[in-house]
């Protein structure tokens, strides 16, 4: 199983970014998809995380501004970030494992990563 995230870069606060997280090697259907991110000298967080069914849910700390949603017949997974603030500042990562109705799971749960994509939000 290969993740490969895309989609980060610069943004201004009040702004939206789509991250993307397209899965190669792998049958995508059986995979929970979790998004997480580190911040610089912060811990890695649960952002949120989308099931075979397509069912998503969220980290305590994340707010309604985020969205995650999958497309199996393109084997992704989206992390939509609206209203930007400089707190999101990170490099978020996404992975998978296989599913079973996960809820908030610690990134020692997820058994696949991707290396990850900046985003960098500016005041």
């Known amino acids: 199983v290969r993740l490969e995230e895309s989609g980060g870069g610069s943004v201004q606060t009040g702004g939206s970014v789509r991250l993307s997280c397209v899965m190669s090697e792998g049958t995508f259907n059986i995979y929970f998809i979790g998004w997480f991110r580190q911040a610089p000298g912060k811990e890695r967080e649960f952002v949120g995380g989308v099931d075979y069914r397509g069912t998503a849910n969220y980290g305590d700390s994340m707010s309604g501004r985020f969205s995650i949603s999958r497309d199996s017949a393109k084997k992704a997974a989206y992390l939509q970030m609206n209203s930007v603030i400089p707190g999101d500042t990170a490099v978020y990562y996404c992975?998978?494992?296989?599913?079973?109705?996960?809820?908030?799971?610690?990134?020692?749960?997820?058994?696949?990563w991707g290396k990850g994509t900046l985003v960098t939000v500016s005041s």
């Open positions: 992975a998978a494992v296989i599913d079973r109705e996960w809820i908030k799971p610690a990134s020692s749960d997820m058994r696949f």
